[in-house]
């Protein structure tokens, strides 16, 4: 990464909101279990991962998880796949997680997008469920889901990040692969990354933040 690059780490759907707004690639980070959860479905060969709001959610910003719908059904398209939901509760039954992504189905459906399954949030067990590889996964969460669907309603570079154990990393490998994630996507034009912790009343989502852009921090200063 350039030196000329911002390295910042901000917190919440506002930050995140604010960060898209400033040029900044946004990395949305929600240890339990959100951002861990997209980062196992990706372990396990998913084409595309996406965070969306519910559709209720007291979050003081714009949000529009119909429009994150339609982003995934194209992305699914694209790929000839179909799409995963994961919601919450975690404990609870599918048509308790299904109430709270009408608006993201919506989108789906407007598209012609084919939901495939709808799982609970549970982090890095999340593959052994259902066959992820090749899909969109939409995470439709209170937190990070929130957080992303307002970044995303200002630019589409967005991204997730965990320090958690992953379905398939351990270790550091889960805040290098974020960094490595970064490094792949941040264009010319971007004008550095914002780390976003999904909550600040979430202390493992702030000292996970703040790990990743130390990272990033120390890769950009090894260049």
Not at 42 to 55: F, K, N, T
């Amino acid at each position: 990464m350039e030196r000329s690059k911002r390295i910042v780490v901000t917190t919440d759907a506002s930050g995140a909101q604010q960060a898209a707004r400033e040029g900044l690639v946004v990395v949305i980070v929600d240890v339990i279990d959100m951002s861990t959860t997209l980062e196992s479905a990706l372990d396990a060969g998913a084409y595309a991962v996406l965070g969306a709001s519910p559709d209720l959610t007291r979050a003081p910003v714009a949000l529009d998880p119909e429009r994150i719908g339609k982003e995934s059904a194209r992305l699914a398209r694209e790929n000839d796949s179909g799409i995963i939901l994961v919601s919450e509760p975690r404990v609870g039954t599918d048509k308790e997680r299904l109430a709270r992504c009408r608006k993201v189905i919506r989108g789906i459906e407007q598209e012609r997008g084919i939901v495939e399954a709808i799982l609970p949030n549970i982090g890095a067990e999340i593959p052994k469920m259902v066959t992820m590889r090749n899909r969109v996964v939409v995470a439709v969460t209170d937190t990070g889901g929130v957080a992303y669907d307002a970044a995303f309603m200002e630019s589409p570079q967005v991204t997730i990040g965990t320090v958690a154990r992953t379905y398939g990393l351990r270790g550091l490998d889960p805040a290098r692969q974020v960094v490595r994630r970064v490094e792949g996507m941040i264009r010319e034009e971007d004008r550095g990354v914002a780390v976003v912790a999904a909550s600040r009343n979430s202390m493992e989502d702030v000292l996970a933040a703040q790990f990743i852009a130390n990272l990033l921090m120390a890769e950009k200063e090894a260049i």
